[in-house]
């Protein structure tokens, strides 16, 4: 054969498309989404199988969670050590499963985002209801087994789970294209829903919410939007709106205090953290002044997040707030994604009750079938046995004369008696009646003699009679639907008894949050900055008492309102707006923030070169100078802006901006370049443009030159500059046309 034969030439994008397609399906099916039949990704499935093959029972001593998560990487998970006692850890987290089905031992984190211990230093074992709902009668044939990743183990395709775990434990798993996010359930309530189906299959969504009215999150907290979860349950998809719970605790002297006792769902983990800083920023940014401290005091008794108010607080307006600007208010997106028949499907409440009870009859069946077959065997043999006693005396003749076991046999089984001696023809004659089964003989060769004491037999015909009565109770269940249900319910109605707990999770139609935001009182403030570029503010009163000392420490020093904007001007043509309000209020001798923290200006990159409040920028003309001596004004107004960062003026390639200032009435404008020629002109003749635009050539620059420094001069203002270490007074320098070369000082 050829070598271009054994070629199979196929289009490329169909071998991708189909290889995706297989793998996308392998990740959905065998990694990130639950069966809808037992409610558990395949991880959490060969999880608690091999614990349940170690014998790590809820009565037994605890193990590593090395030795498990080992044991099940090496016999049917083989995708990492990680994800395994990730899976491990999240099933004894009380905090995060609705019925938690794995005992912990040790460090297994914490609400607040706390990492487990190292597998080497935790131990676990089964829950008590994970061993009777979720493992339990996996010896009696009621699930399929499949070969492990290697075919040198067997693993059930799916745990025998006799309760609703999809609803209990609810899921969340990102697959490819598809994501599921099923929320936990109260188990009472949920065992009345399954029971409820099973008295009445034509049960609609509706009606079955009057036993499941919604989720009951380990958390607690409040579902806000009561009216929506009809909608959510019918279809499988939709969002579910969680408030924490807050109290408000009066304290002396008018000092209450808001203590947070319940969280949202979605909060656990590191959100709590973040849940801190953000009250944090809303001090910070001055969203309120009601917050005087904050303290995380929650422990394993539960979540305490106290919140100290000032005096005279409004606390409903504050708890809003919270509400508001934080995850104390939040959603909880609802996808009901489950594998159904092999295959991902979206399912409303009612179709997840019914793939549950369809297995459930599915698992009893196969169940009392198995039951069935053992007690029919256990039937035929005590038949035998009994039949033997009455004959025991034939049996022991042909015993003695038979000269190996398989004559013997044969004998007991077919009536074959040649090869046997027998006491007499009579003997040989009802020996050859003997019509026993293969099991019967088989349990009549390996009686024990003491079997035929008295009491033994009488013990043998009691027997008999209670497995009678059990085939007969096994018959009637599977011949009976009816009476299969009734079965079914009675043990599901057992584990409700033993397990069932009050809700956590109010259920409540809530409006929307109001937030009644003060206004701010107006008041004057003088803005700080020193050479470093640490700004603060301070009140004006203040600066009074140490205003020599802040003329002389600070590179700039503005008055303002509180309620202003500072701009800041930076040689890359930028303008970047700094609110007040963000700025540290406090004490003069207080350091100050880098601007830098506060806006997006970057001292790495820029530098600035002027800095007004936004309230005198927009009432005056502003002048723009660059290196290129490109000069331009721009009404102030143009700079009242949403941006935090905009753009001030136009640069031409290789330019830089080197100056910007107000003008006020007739000021004349002084360049300055780097070979030392000087021009004055009047600001008057520099036309106005638009903040877009690069401007007019202000001085003619010699062939390597550059402006160095541009000054602006008031009206019989004296300023002078140095030049080769002599003073030039720049107010009596001639005033010249713009677009000149200047004069030379030397």
């Given at each position: 054969?050829?070598?271009?034969?054994?070629?199979?030439?196929?289009?490329?994008?169909?071998?991708?498309?189909?290889?995706?397609?297989?793998?996308?399906?392998?990740?959905i099916?065998?990694r990130?989404?639950?069966?809808?039949?037992?409610?558990?990704?395949?991880?959490?499935?060969?999880?608690?199988?091999?614990?349940?093959?170690?014998g790590?029972?809820?009565?037994?001593?605890?193990?590593?969670?090395?030795?498990i998560?080992?044991?099940?990487?090496?016999?049917?998970?083989?995708?990492?050590?990680?994800?395994?006692?990730?899976?491990?850890?999240?099933?004894?987290?009380?905090?995060?499963?609705?019925?938690?089905?794995?005992?912990?031992h040790?460090?297994?984190?914490?609400?607040?985002?706390?990492?487990?211990?190292?597998?080497?230093?935790?131990?676990?074992?089964?829950?008590?209801?994970?061993?009777?709902?979720y493992?339990?009668?996996l010896?009696?044939?009621?699930v399929?087994?499949?070969?492990?990743?290697?075919?040198?183990?067997?693993?059930?395709?799916?745990?025998?789970?006799?309760?609703?775990?999809?609803?209990?434990?609810?899921?969340?798993?990102?697959?490819v294209?598809?994501?599921?996010?099923?929320?936990?359930?109260?188990f009472?309530?949920?065992?009345?829903?399954?029971?409820?189906?099973?008295?009445n299959?034509d049960?609609?969504?509706?009606?079955?919410?009057?036993?499941?009215?919604?989720?009951?999150?380990?958390?607690?907290?409040?579902?806000?939007?009561?009216?929506?979860?009809l909608?959510?349950?019918?279809?499988?998809?939709?969002?579910?709106?969680?408030?924490?719970?807050?109290?408000?605790?009066?304290?002396?002297?008018?000092?209450?205090?808001?203590?947070?006792?319940?969280?949202?769902y979605?909060?656990?983990?590191?959100?709590?953290?973040?849940?801190?800083?953000?009250?944090?920023?809303?001090?910070?940014?001055?969203k309120?002044?009601?917050?005087?401290?904050?303290?995380?005091?929650?422990s394993?008794?539960?979540?305490?997040?106290?919140?100290?108010?000032?005096?005279?607080?409004?606390a409903?307006?504050?708890?809003?707030?919270?509400?508001?600007?934080?995850?104390?208010?939040?959603?909880?997106?609802?996808?009901?994604?489950?594998?159904?028949?092999?295959?991902?499907?979206?399912?409303?409440?009612?179709?997840?009750?019914?793939?549950?009870?369809?297995?459930q009859?599915?698992?009893?069946?196969?169940?009392?079938?198995?039951?069935?077959?053992?007690?029919?065997?256990?039937?035929?043999?005590q038949?035998?046995?009994?039949?033997?006693?009455?004959?025991?005396?034939?049996?022991?003749?042909?015993?003695r004369?038979?000269?190996?076991?398989?004559?013997?046999?044969a004998?007991?089984?077919?009536?074959?008696?040649?090869?046997?001696?027998?006491?007499?023809?009579?003997?040989?004659?009802?020996?050859?009646?003997?019509?026993?089964?293969?099991?019967?003989?088989?349990?009549?060769?390996?009686?024990?003699?003491?079997?035929?004491?008295?009491?033994?037999?009488?013990?043998l015909?009691?027997e008999?009679?209670?497995?009678?009565?059990?085939?007969a109770?096994?018959?009637?269940?599977?011949?009976?639907?009816?009476?299969m249900?009734?079965?079914?319910?009675?043990?599901?109605?057992?584990?409700k008894?033993?397990y069932?707990?009050?809700?956590r999770?109010?259920?409540?139609?809530?409006?929307?949050?109001?937030?009644?935001?003060?206004?701010?009182?107006?008041?004057?403030?003088?803005?700080l900055?020193?050479?470093?570029?640490y700004?603060?503010?301070i009140?004006?009163?203040?600066?009074?008492?140490?205003?020599?000392?802040?003329?002389?420490?600070?590179?700039?020093?503005?008055?303002?309102?509180?309620?202003?904007?500072?701009?800041?001007?930076?040689?890359?043509?930028?303008?970047?707006?700094?609110?007040?309000?963000?700025?540290?209020?406090?004490k003069?001798?207080?350091?100050?923030?880098?601007?830098?923290?506060?806006?997006?200006?970057?001292?790495?990159e820029?530098?600035?070169?002027?800095?007004?409040?936004?309230?005198?920028?927009?009432?005056?003309?502003?002048?723009f100078?660059?290196k290129?001596?490109?000069?331009?004004v721009?009404?102030?107004?143009?700079?009242d802006?949403?941006?935090?960062t905009?753009?001030?003026?136009?640069?031409?390639?290789?330019?830089?901006?080197l100056?910007?200032?107000?003008l006020e009435?007739?000021?004349t404008?002084?360049?300055?370049?780097?070979?030392?020629?000087?021009?004055?002109?009047?600001?008057?003749?520099?036309?106005?443009?638009?903040?877009?635009?690069?401007?007019?050539?202000?001085?003619?620059?010699?062939?390597?030159?550059?402006l160095?420094?541009?000054?602006?001069?008031?009206e019989?203002?004296?300023?002078?500059?140095?030049?080769?270490?002599?003073?030039?007074?720049?107010?009596?320098?001639?005033?010249?046309?713009?677009?000149?070369?200047?004069?030379?000082?030397?």
């Amino acid at each position: 054969m050829r070598e271009e034969e054994q070629i199979i030439r196929t289009e490329y994008s169909e071998l991708m498309q189909k290889s995706y397609i297989d793998y996308a399906m392998s990740v959905i099916v065998a990694r990130a989404l639950p069966d809808v039949r037992d409610g558990l990704k395949p991880v959490q499935r060969r999880t608690l199988y091999d614990m349940y093959e170690l014998g790590i029972r809820y009565d037994k001593p605890y193990r590593k969670s090395a030795r498990i998560v080992g044991d099940t990487m090496g016999k049917y998970h083989p995708h990492g050590d990680s994800s395994i006692y990730g899976a491990l850890v999240v099933m004894a987290q009380e905090f995060k499963m609705g019925l938690p089905l794995v005992d912990g031992h040790g460090n297994f984190g914490s609400i607040e985002g706390d990492g487990a211990a190292a597998m080497r230093y935790t131990e676990a074992r089964l829950k008590k209801i994970t061993q009777e709902a979720y493992l339990a009668d996996l010896d009696k044939d009621v699930v399929d087994f499949v070969p492990n990743f290697d075919e040198t183990e067997k693993e059930p395709l799916v745990l025998p789970v006799k309760v609703p775990n999809l609803l209990l434990n609810g899921a969340e798993g990102i697959a490819v294209g598809m994501t599921t996010s099923i929320p936990p359930h109260n188990f009472t309530e949920v065992i009345d829903g399954v029971i409820a189906y099973m008295k009445n299959p034509d049960i609609n969504t509706e009606q079955m919410m009057q036993y499941i009215p919604g989720p009951d999150f380990p958390t607690g907290g409040i579902v806000a939007n009561q009216d929506d979860l009809l909608a959510i349950y019918a279809t499988g998809m939709g969002k579910i709106k969680l408030r924490g719970k807050v109290e408000i605790e009066r304290g002396k002297g008018g000092k209450d205090r808001l203590v947070i006792t319940e969280i949202p769902y979605t909060m656990i983990g590191a959100n709590i953290g973040k849940f801190l800083n953000d009250v944090y920023s809303l001090v910070e940014t001055k969203k309120t002044s009601d917050i005087v401290d904050i303290t995380n005091q929650s422990s394993k008794e539960g979540i305490r997040i106290v919140i100290e108010m000032r005096r005279g607080a409004d606390a409903e307006n504050l708890k809003n707030l919270l509400y508001k600007k934080t995850k104390l208010e939040d959603t909880f997106g609802v996808n009901m994604l489950a594998v159904a028949d092999g295959r991902p499907e979206t399912m409303g409440i009612v179709p997840i009750i019914r793939h549950h009870v369809d297995f459930q009859y599915e698992l009893a069946t196969r169940k009392y079938q198995t039951l069935l077959a053992k007690e029919l065997e256990r039937r035929e043999i005590q038949e035998g046995l009994i039949r033997a006693c009455d004959v025991i005396d034939l049996i022991i003749e042909i015993l003695r004369g038979s000269t190996n076991v398989k004559e013997a046999r044969a004998c007991l089984t077919a009536g074959i008696t040649e090869g046997i001696r027998f006491k007499s023809d009579k003997s040989k004659m009802e020996a050859a009646q003997l019509r026993f089964t293969e099991r019967q003989a088989d349990a009549i060769l390996e009686m024990r003699l003491y079997k035929l004491i008295g009491l033994e037999i009488e013990a043998l015909m009691k027997e008999h009679e209670k497995t009678l009565a059990n085939i007969a109770r096994y018959e009637e269940i599977l011949n009976s639907r009816a009476v299969m249900a009734k079965v079914i319910i009675r043990e599901l109605e057992g584990y409700k008894k033993e397990y069932g707990a009050p809700r956590r999770t109010v259920i409540d139609n809530l409006k929307e949050v109001v937030l009644e935001e003060k206004k701010i009182e107006e008041t004057d403030v003088v803005f700080l900055m020193d050479r470093f570029g640490y700004a603060k503010t301070i009140d004006v009163a203040v600066y009074e008492r140490n205003k020599e000392a802040a003329d002389a420490e600070n590179r700039y020093v503005i008055t303002c309102k509180n309620t202003d904007k500072i701009c800041i001007f930076t040689n890359t043509g930028q303008m970047h707006l700094l609110k007040v309000l963000d700025l540290p209020f406090g004490k003069f001798r207080d350091k100050g923030t880098p601007i830098d923290n506060l806006s997006n200006y970057n001292s790495s990159e820029e530098s600035f070169i002027f800095i007004r409040n936004l309230g005198a920028l927009c009432s005056s003309k502003v002048i723009f100078g660059t290196k290129a001596s490109m000069l331009k004004v721009v009404d102030g107004s143009e700079f009242d802006v949403a941006k935090r960062t905009t753009a001030a003026t136009k640069l031409n390639e290789g330019d830089e901006l080197l100056f910007v200032g107000c003008l006020e009435g007739n000021e004349t404008i002084v360049m300055q370049s780097e070979k030392d020629f000087f021009l004055r002109i009047e600001a008057a003749s520099i036309p106005e443009k638009k903040k877009g635009a690069a401007g007019v050539r202000g001085m003619r620059l010699g062939t390597g030159d550059a402006l160095a420094a541009i000054y602006l001069l008031k009206e019989g203002e004296t300023v002078s500059a140095e030049v080769k270490g002599k003073e030039c007074a720049l107010n009596r320098l001639h005033i010249g046309n713009r677009d000149t070369k200047g004069t030379k000082r030397s």
